[in-house]
């Protein structure tokens, strides 16, 4: 048995074991993992999503009891001092000593600090570990200001991480453009213009001369005479490697630093191996996680398998989203290959870059640049690595075809690497698909693991999943249930186009068998989205609380929740919805909603509650129905001293203009009267914040288990635009969503998200504007209060009884005291009395 | 509670003793059920007018025990006819009460018979 121990339990350490248990289990090799954090290795990638998760957990490669089940020794807090090549034992800071047969050097990098003067002040921090990020944040909440020094692709990490802590906040840099390692100027400056629009402001050509401070620092000087007064200040310059057990060890070192290694990843101690930031393979030291795993892939290949791959250098392609902008760069982006000509594609409107460089004979793509628009990203490199022909005009690469056939699309070969982190090919993934016989993405990405490293390539997994499945004859279809094969936009068409009205009507026309609890709702609230008729003209196709237009509780009683616009209410309104309650000895709760929620109300008495309720003035709140329930709003212009609209009368009009229309999926709202946005609405369907000419528009936002901030869909737009807006949109998500999904996982499933969506909504790009309006208008004509239906027609009011053949209530629902009100009795208690 | 699951015992058409006037056929919807009361059981009646037929069980689901199933859905899967509990969609067959899709006790099932446009159901 072969004895391994790891230094460093970083990201390319753990995927160093990950591989290597893959392929030896623990009575192979054991294997001993020194880190010297705290906690288990974590996606560096990542952290930024720490500020806004601030959970350690979720950024964990692998939770540490992953280790326990893979026979890993995994020693945290334990910085290893000394290597003892001779006797083959290594000893940590606390002096334990650990024998090895070989050695894995994985140690990292930490981030270059340069030396200037004041670097050591108080408010002066480093961007790379979980615990700097944590300091950032404690010490971000007492200042105002922050800026950035480094404009590469951490830094602008660290300065979106920054204006989201509310700092004002500045990007410097040394060079005279962004990412000057990836980007040319042009792609620089339109990447500069899309930062800055966004509130963060950056300066080029800045070499800092001092930081200047009392203790902390208050500012910057620069060697051209300018200065920069902020309040802190984050360092990310660039990584040096961890190389320091060298010197004593005598290992060899590189140019720049990093363990000195060959082919194999062997440092010139053939037991011992360095891998990833912290080896320098001819002079280079790969910041990036990629070349990494494939150091750590090489080197399981030298100790377990056939020892016949190596390592000779790799590609530095990238594609990321900074702050919200796409930036790709890859092969030679900068064209310095001799004789290579690019082709540049430049629009300021839409904030858009891209350059692709040809070789001198115009036949091969050698590496380019996009800013903005990435989505070529995947082609583009495929066809640079894979040496693949050009269409005709090569321009057409970054253009797209302009008339004629538009037929130039690749085909790649089955080697084409598609997942350069996990290095999965195409024929990796599509014999996965075909042999495993899988139907999910989901099922793709775990067998293949493609698509799980940094993400890059999960639109293409997608796309070579959906065509192998379509080569395979295979559809993806989601039809309704066993009873239908259509899916609900395809029943949404059919019971438009045949104007058909009930359930039975379409079950006897498109369906078979005799239905379920899954399609009836589901046809139940298409019948309601395309007619809105009163809903209890067929009441056993629907859900048991639009049945009895209440939702039931546990015991079998209901609650009711009248409809409370915007949550305003009056005095009188108060009182008779107290009195009502009190009545019928109602439990009463204020809801997340601003409205008022009257629990344990016994299905008899509904009718009842309602008339009262009716007679005050109240509707329906349709809190039971798959409709929008409320538009929440701050108190706005009228009383509050921040706001800038009236956004209690602007969510009144919204609320009383959409009750009532059922939709896939419960629908909420929000209007906000200024930026502070106590209304929440980017927590909503559709949200309203307040500008100061207008409103800007939110969509697709979601509390609940998976929350997800809603996007901005129009910015600035007055409140008959964007009325116009959401009637189009509302009306698009109830014609296209799947049955039960929110707006949030209709828009996640939407190809081409936000942006599609913004297309067909602000741009009618499909031409369907007017039609959508025209059907929004003619739901809303159709609105009814369904309990004032209910309690005026006498054949709908006797459907609220427990007992068909008495009217008694049901005598096994009992509730107990609680708080000086009522609660149900627990589940399952139902009282044997009746005997 | 379990005794109250107890009180409900399937009753085979060759075991009626008793045909319990129910309800009129008029005072079903469609594709739909009642619940009735019978010497202090609940009893539901589903009207399965897509398939023309009627059955009649236990109207407590035996999953949470609450007196609810009448005003479940009705529907089939595959060729057999059921109902699904309100509370957490446990389906239940309407001919042999059983859950097809979990592990819940059975549900008794009562004979229904239709004369003169009125609904009688059968207890032993």
New interface residues.
Partial sequence: MKKVIVIGNGMVGYKFCEKLRAKADASQISLIVYGEEPLPAYDRVHLSEYFTNQSEEDLYMAPRSWYDEHQVTLKTSQLVTTINRDQKTIQTHTGDTESYDYLILATGSRPMVPPIQGVDKKGVFVYRTIEDLEQIIAYAKTVKRGAVLGGGLLGLEAAKALMDLSLDTQVIEFAPRLMPRQLDQAGSDMLKSKIESLGIQILLNKNTSQIRGNGKLDGLDFADGTTLETDMLVISCGIISRDELAEKTGLETGKRGGFKVNEQLQTNDPNIFAIGEAASYNDMVYGLVAPGYDMADTVVEQLIGTGNKTFTGADMSTKLKLIGVDVASFGDALGDTPGSTPIAFEDKNTGTYKRINLSSDRKKLLGGILVGDSEAYGMLLQITQNGMALPPNPEDLILGARGGDSGTEMQLPDTAQICSCENVTKGDIVCAIKDKELTDLNEVRSCTKAGTGCGACSPMVADIFTDTLKAMGQTVRKTICAHFDYTRQELYSLIKVKNIKSYAELLSAYGSGDGCETCKPAVASLLASIWNEPILKQDTIQDTNDRFLANIQKGGSYSVVPRVPGGEITPDKLIAIGAVAKKYDLYTKITGGQRIDLFGARLNDLPKIWRELIDAGFESGHAYGKALRTVKSCVGSTWCRYGLHDSVGFAIEIENRYKGIRSPHKLKGGVSGCRRECAEAQGKDFGLIATEVGYNLYVCGNGGANPQHAQLLAGDIDEKTAIKYLDRFLMFYIRTAEPLNRTSVWLNKLEGGIDYLRDVVVNDSLGLGEELEKDMQALIAAYHCEWKEAISNPTMQAKFKHFANTDDHDPTQHFVPMREMKKPAEWGLVANETK | ?T??LL?YKTVSPDEVTTWHE??KVT?F????G????YQ?L?IA?FN?S??KEWYATQN?CPH?????LS????????EE??V?C??H?K?FSLKSGENLNGNECKLATYPVKVENETVYVGFA
Wanted: hydrophobic fraction near 30%.
């Fill in positions: 509670m005794s109250e009180n129910a309800c005072d919807p469609q594709d739909g009642l619940c009735i009361s202090g609940q009646v399965f897509q398939r407590l949470k025990h609450q007196m609810i005003r479940g859905m009705v529907g089939s899967e595959g006819p059921k699904a309100p509370f969609k389906t």
